[in-house]
């Protein structure tokens, strides 16, 4: 996830200014590096470096630059390290032309070969600088009468993945060139200024007049004109007037980022399941030459683990795999030596929790592997092998979109971990994995929209509750253990979750009438025995939430239910169940007027032991 940014004006105002604003607007898609270029006496002048914008705006003096056309981004590294070189925007050879780019060019390494052999020089790691070069290499093939719009047209047909592009050449030094696939770009429009962004608020305060582009179009904007075309045919613009406030409009319309980035997990998923095959293959090595394995984690991400961990317990029946708590790790210390592969699990890669245990188990000699959303973070520095998960940056201090991202890194893993040890075949294999890809986002996407209003109108039933229980059984203890610790900490209900047939060991002393009891049931081998633990507890006047398939027969006996789609593997539950418990605990926060984004006592990242 990157923050994109074009200006071009008519005024005689210079616009570095308005586009260094607009990246902070747009600072919560990345903050690994940010650059600017603008046309400035038919030259093109571009500053970037690594960090943040408050950083390189200062290091820079941004503002400085001169010109009344230019582009901007702020990035989240996926295609090489958050330094320097790979900061967009990125310039051909002749230096006439810049780009940045939101999204991923599935085939730049083909087109990176095709062009290398055309005598190109790359500067950077990135996917993106093949689309500058590619357009340089348009206008050399072509005789001089080429347009620049023809050679970006032609460029665009080359390119295949998602992306937001805007793009500047000398030759036309008021025009702004844009493409969209599957990443978010909107045009802003008034009188002697246009903008084009990967979101509203880069410009709101300029302008509350919006065009959307549509997947597959092509636009060019000058300070007066806005031209939009899909293959070959022009397209009548549809202007929309935007009544959100600066503030309210970071979060994208979303009144919390929390319930944003639920929203984007569809997204979140798909960009994770981009990962490197390679990488998948060399973690299956490293943990099928592991004599044994120890996931290590906190919070929500230890609940990621700890689905992984039931799943590696199948599949490596006769390795020893561990999941332990990070604060815990000095009661588990004879595992950590040589031959020994840790698994870290974090999402900000900096909790000091974990750091210290896997600074501990390095030292043993354990290898490592790191699970983290925060590239070039502490933990996968300390790594063998990091592999990151794409959920873009996450605001919220409750985790949603980057623990579902984490489920699947790790389903994807389990994948290749079945296919190296002959559990499935290689046609399964294949299959599964495009599944994983596709149809988790659609599935995900489905829960959200067909259960959002249902979890709203559950949250008025249970947000007086003072306690309530989360029961599940088998692999679905994780998604209990998630969706009770959601719940606490952003609703302060005290929320307990245990295996289901524990219930009668203790818990249900204090079960009452209307006492909320949320079931997480698949329609599996747990069904029967889940639903005797229903009645149980609706014979002691329980509330039963459910959280089930359809045919499954918890539902006649449940008060609430929440239906989730059978999923094509049990590797995704842990994805698809928690979502409405995210949802729940997000709608009961609200309704009991508190701020689910910054829950009190909590960080999003906690650096203290
Ligand atoms: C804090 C956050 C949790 C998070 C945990 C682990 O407690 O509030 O949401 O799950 O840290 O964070 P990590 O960055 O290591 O995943």
Redesign the pocket.
């Given at each position: 996830m990157c923050g994109i940014i074009a200006i071009t004006t008519s005024m005689k105002k210079p616009v570095s200014k308005m586009i260094t604003t607009g990246l902070k607007r747009l600072e919560y898609r990345g903050y690994d590096s940010v650059g600017i270029s603008l046309i400035h006496d038919g030259k093109i002048h571009t500053l970037k470096d690594k960090g943040q914008i408050d950083l390189v705006e200062k290091k820079l003096d941004l503002r400085s630059l001169k010109g009344t056309t230019g582009i901007g981004h702020t990035r989240w590294a996926t295609h090489g390290p958050p330094n320097k070189e790979n900061a967009h925007p990125h310039a051909d050879c002749t230096g006439n032309i810049t780009v940045v780019h939101n999204g991923i060019i599935e085939n730049y390494l083909d087109l990176k070969q095709y062009l290398l052999k055309k005598g190109h020089k790359f500067s950077s790691e990135t996917d993106t600088e093949v689309i500058a070069h590619l357009v340089e290499e348009e206008l050399k093939q072509s005789d001089t009468s080429m347009k620049v719009i023809h050679a970006f047209k032609r460029v665009i047909t080359k390119i295949e993945g998602t992306y937001a592009i805007t793009l500047l050449h000398t030759a036309e030094p008021e025009t702004i060139f844009l493409a969209k696939k599957d990443s978010p770009l909107v045009i802003g429009v008034q009188d002697d200024i246009k903008f084009a962004a990967s979101d509203i608020p880069a410009f709101l305060e300029y302008t509350k007049k919006v065009i959307a582009l549509n997947n597959g179009e092509i636009a060019t904007i000058t300070p007066k004109t806005v031209y939009i075309e899909k293959n070959g045919f022009k397209i009548q613009p549809k202007t929309f007037t935007v009544t959100w406030t600066v503030e309210s409009a970071q979060k994208s319309g979303y009144p919390h980022f929390m319930l944003k980035e639920i929203h984007e997990q569809p997204i979140s998923l798909r960009n994770t399941m981009t990962i490197n095959s390679k990488k998948i293959e060399q973690a299956s090595q490293m943990i099928l030459n592991a004599k044994k394995i120890v996931f290590l984690?906190?919070?929500?991400?230890y609940y990621a683990g700890l689905s992984g961990f039931h799943q590696f317990q199948r599949i490596l029946k006769n390795k020893p795999v561990y999941s332990v708590i990070a604060s815990e790790y000095q009661l588990y210390s004879h595992l950590f030596d040589k031959g020994t592969l840790i698994i870290a699990v974090?999402?900000?890669g900096?909790?000091l929790d974990?750091m210290k245990a896997v600074s501990y188990a390095r030292k043993q000699g354990s290898d490592l592997i790191s699970i983290a959303n925060v590239i070039d973070s502490s933990i996968p520095r300390l790594s063998q092998l990091s592999l990151y998960t794409k959920a873009g940056p996450e605001i919220g201090?409750?985790?949603t979109k980057t623990h579902t991202a984490q489920v699947l890194l790790l389903a994807r893993i389990i994948l290749q971990l079945e296919f190296e040890t002959g559990i499935i075949d290689v046609n399964k294999f294949d299959d599964y994995k495009k599944q994983l890809s596709e149809e988790t986002p659609r599935v995900v996407r489905t829960i959200i929209n067909q259960n959002e209003f249902k979890a709203k109108r559950l949250a008025s039933i249970i947000a007086d509750k003072q306690h309530s229980y989360f029961l599940a059984r088998g692999k679905s203890m994780p998604v209990a253990l998630e969706g009770a610790l959601k719940l606490k900490e952003i609703s302060y209900i005290h929320a307990e979750a245990f295996p289901a047939g524990e219930s009668k060991h203790g818990p249900i002393a204090i079960v009452e009438k209307d006492f909320p009891v949320i079931m997480i049931a698949p329609n599996d081998w747990t069904a029967n025995k889940i639903l005797g633990n229903a009645e149980e507890m609706r014979a002691r006047g329980a509330y039963i939430i459910s959280i089930t398939e359809r045919d499954h027969p918890i539902i006649k006996r449940s008060d609430y239910s929440f239906i989730i789609p059978k999923a094509f593997s049990s590797l995704i539950e842990p994805i698809t169940y928690v979502v409405p418990l995210q949802m729940i605990a997000y709608y009961t926060s609200v309704y009991k007027g508190l701020d689910p984004d910054k829950p009190k006592n909590?960080?999003?990242?906690?650096t203290v032991e």
């Amino acid at each position: 996830m990157c923050g994109i940014i074009a200006i071009t004006t008519s005024m005689k105002k210079p616009v570095s200014k308005m586009i260094t604003t607009g990246l902070k607007r747009l600072e919560y898609r990345g903050y690994d590096s940010v650059g600017i270029s603008l046309i400035h006496d038919g030259k093109i002048h571009t500053l970037k470096d690594k960090g943040q914008i408050d950083l390189v705006e200062k290091k820079l003096d941004l503002r400085s630059l001169k010109g009344t056309t230019g582009i901007g981004h702020t990035r989240w590294a996926t295609h090489g390290p958050p330094n320097k070189e790979n900061a967009h925007p990125h310039a051909d050879c002749t230096g006439n032309i810049t780009v940045v780019h939101n999204g991923i060019i599935e085939n730049y390494l083909d087109l990176k070969q095709y062009l290398l052999k055309k005598g190109h020089k790359f500067s950077s790691e990135t996917d993106t600088e093949v689309i500058a070069h590619l357009v340089e290499e348009e206008l050399k093939q072509s005789d001089t009468s080429m347009k620049v719009i023809h050679a970006f047209k032609r460029v665009i047909t080359k390119i295949e993945g998602t992306y937001a592009i805007t793009l500047l050449h000398t030759a036309e030094p008021e025009t702004i060139f844009l493409a969209k696939k599957d990443s978010p770009l909107v045009i802003g429009v008034q009188d002697d200024i246009k903008f084009a962004a990967s979101d509203i608020p880069a410009f709101l305060e300029y302008t509350k007049k919006v065009i959307a582009l549509n997947n597959g179009e092509i636009a060019t904007i000058t300070p007066k004109t806005v031209y939009i075309e899909k293959n070959g045919f022009k397209i009548q613009p549809k202007t929309f007037t935007v009544t959100w406030t600066v503030e309210s409009a970071q979060k994208s319309g979303y009144p919390h980022f929390m319930l944003k980035e639920i929203h984007e997990q569809p997204i979140s998923l798909r960009n994770t399941m981009t990962i490197n095959s390679k990488k998948i293959e060399q973690a299956s090595q490293m943990i099928l030459n592991a004599k044994k394995i120890v996931f290590l984690a906190c919070g929500t991400s230890y609940y990621a683990g700890l689905s992984g961990f039931h799943q590696f317990q199948r599949i490596l029946k006769n390795k020893p795999v561990y999941s332990v708590i990070a604060s815990e790790y000095q009661l588990y210390s004879h595992l950590f030596d040589k031959g020994t592969l840790i698994i870290a699990v974090s999402q900000s890669g900096e909790t000091l929790d974990v750091m210290k245990a896997v600074s501990y188990a390095r030292k043993q000699g354990s290898d490592l592997i790191s699970i983290a959303n925060v590239i070039d973070s502490s933990i996968p520095r300390l790594s063998q092998l990091s592999l990151y998960t794409k959920a873009g940056p996450e605001i919220g201090v409750a985790a949603t979109k980057t623990h579902t991202a984490q489920v699947l890194l790790l389903a994807r893993i389990i994948l290749q971990l079945e296919f190296e040890t002959g559990i499935i075949d290689v046609n399964k294999f294949d299959d599964y994995k495009k599944q994983l890809s596709e149809e988790t986002p659609r599935v995900v996407r489905t829960i959200i929209n067909q259960n959002e209003f249902k979890a709203k109108r559950l949250a008025s039933i249970i947000a007086d509750k003072q306690h309530s229980y989360f029961l599940a059984r088998g692999k679905s203890m994780p998604v209990a253990l998630e969706g009770a610790l959601k719940l606490k900490e952003i609703s302060y209900i005290h929320a307990e979750a245990f295996p289901a047939g524990e219930s009668k060991h203790g818990p249900i002393a204090i079960v009452e009438k209307d006492f909320p009891v949320i079931m997480i049931a698949p329609n599996d081998w747990t069904a029967n025995k889940i639903l005797g633990n229903a009645e149980e507890m609706r014979a002691r006047g329980a509330y039963i939430i459910s959280i089930t398939e359809r045919d499954h027969p918890i539902i006649k006996r449940s008060d609430y239910s929440f239906i989730i789609p059978k999923a094509f593997s049990s590797l995704i539950e842990p994805i698809t169940y928690v979502v409405p418990l995210q949802m729940i605990a997000y709608y009961t926060s609200v309704y009991k007027g508190l701020d689910p984004d910054k829950p009190k006592n909590l960080a999003k990242t906690v650096t203290v032991e």
